[in-house]
């Protein structure tokens, strides 16, 4: 069995830690890797857990105890939250995404993982901590970003349908009031898709009036499912009040004007 | 302006080329952030290749010239890939995954980060080196397979829609003999969503007769766009015969019966 050198299992270390982010390894795990002590590979770890600190890479932490080991999470701090927000914003400014009914394009954003990877690790970031057993989204627009966020914290990903799929096997359903539009629609969910009593987090790419969100807590009640975070990508300044009270948009999309041009800035909410 | 040691900097490199995979970073912009001697991230780098190499992490290349600097691709082994999928068919086989019609209900599993991340590094690693700028598919249960390896191949994900949307501005349709049903269908792909003449890769997650695939390589011709490959994650065994003729399926569903069970196996195509 070959030996490794610090700087090896250091680049090794970060590399598994980072592929699976918010699982805990054991620290045996890493010594039956490497070929080394305990105290080597934990030696290792205070080296990594300095470093991404320092440069604002992510957290690393040991948990101590039986079902203890060494894990990472993602952390994305304010400045570099607002960076992202920012470029994001300048990309959806141009003009030439204002379609007609005053819509914006951004299907190449809300689909681009260079984009969704980076706000799935800021919602990740935003409700690290609650125990979120499951993202929830519906189709088809926030999936992307339902999912990065689901990645990021390791947990699986329940997305529900507009229409009932003969693949999904028993659902549940529910009929609720799209806020902008004020036509009765239908979600559907696989009933197997959702632990009774799970927490849950809610991720979508856009909200207007807050009706689809809340439907889907809606029909979270039918699951007993605890809603504990509503995270959306944009939400419209106007209506001001949204048919959800709590939820955290990244972008505020104020108005939409061939004339005068686009007005979306970053929440500042976010950097609280 | 802070020094860092060799092992703290090989942390950092290993994070910030794995979260951006297949991404050139300059050697200077590398020496920047440590304050080191080009000659210094160099040997650094030379390290966490051989390492990545050694434990089958992954692959890290410099690339020499003007535009030159350092990437990592994602690679996985014809080992771990077997592992994957056969861990994959394992779940895929319990009894309880029949639904009426001989379906299988496998929504968990396609949506589940742990699994299509996986699956994507797969595709990620069969499918590079073809210079792919974006990964199509269609709506709904693909999208997260799709956007898993856009995300490691670091391109963008286009969704065709089965409805055209507003929110989609002017779109390409065509309308398709789906192969199972033999009905008519149509999809409808936003024009601004793929530039004429690109290279593109098809993933989707079930693989039938093909009808769907067809219909999307169908679409691509629109924009005069080469389709270099399509993946999907199961294909049934029956018809043997598709209705595209190039297809890569990671894993085969040979038959669903309540009294016999599932058969679902890995193909062995794919470890060739």
Same mark, same amino acid.
Do not use: H
């Given at each position: 069995?070959?030996?490794?050198? #610090? ?14 982010? $918010? +699982? *805990?390894?054991? @620290? ?6 490497? $070929?080394?002590?305990? %105290?080597?590979?934990?030696?290792? &770890? ?12 992510? #957290? ?6 039986? %079902? ?13 939250? #607002? ?7 300048? !990309? ?6 204002? *379609? ?8 190449? &954003?809300?689909? /681009? ?17 609650? /125990?979120?057993?499951? !993202? ?10 339902? @999912? ?14 507009? $229409? $009932? ?7 549940? %359903?529910?009929?609720? =009031?799209?806020?902008?539009?004020? +036509?009765?629609?239908?979600?559907? !969910? %696989?009933?197997?898709? &959702? ?6 987090? &809610?991720?979508?790419?856009?909200? #207007? ?7 889907? !807590? ?39 004007? =061939? ?7 970053? /929440?500042?909410? =976010?950097?609280?």
């Amino acid at each position: 069995m070959s030996k490794y050198r #610090r700087n090896e299992r250091i680049g090794a270390l970060v590399k598994i830690l980072c592929d699976n982010p $918010n +699982k *805990i390894f054991t @620290l045996n795990y890493f010594t039956n890797m490497f $070929n080394a002590a305990k %105290s080597t590979v934990s030696e290792d &770890i205070v080296i990594i857990k300095k470093i991404m600190e320092n440069l604002n890479l992510g #957290r690393v932490e040991t948990i101590p105890g039986a %079902s203890g080991g060494v894990r990472y999470t993602t952390f994305i701090n304010v400045d570099d939250t #607002r960076e992202i927000l920012l470029d994001i914003c300048k !990309v959806m400014k141009d003009q030439n995404r204002i *379609i007609p009914g005053s819509f914006l394009y951004m299907s190449d &954003i809300i689909y /681009n993982p260079k984009y969704v990877r980076k706000m799935g690790e800021i919602f990740a970031t935003k409700f690290a901590g609650q /125990n979120i057993d499951c !993202v929830v989204t519906v189709e088809t627009k926030g999936i992307p970003l339902a @999912l990065m966020t689901a990645n990021v914290l390791n947990i699986p990903l329940v997305i529900i349908r507009s $229409n $009932n799929r003969v693949t999904e096997g028993s659902t549940v %359903s529910i009929n609720y =009031v799209s806020g902008s539009t004020g +036509k009765i629609q239908t979600m559907y !969910v %696989s009933k197997r898709a &959702i632990k009774n009593g799970s927490n849950v987090l &809610i991720i979508d790419d856009f909200m #207007r009036a807050g009706g689809t969100a809340r439907g889907i !807590v809606e029909l979270m009640k039918e699951f007993d499912a605890k809603v504990k975070g509503i995270g959306v990508m944009i939400s419209t300044k106007e209506p001001e009040k949204k048919l959800v009270d709590d939820y955290l948009s990244l972008i505020i999309l104020d108005s939409v004007d =061939v004339e005068r041009g686009i007005e979306i800035y970053p /929440n500042e909410k =976010v950097f609280k």
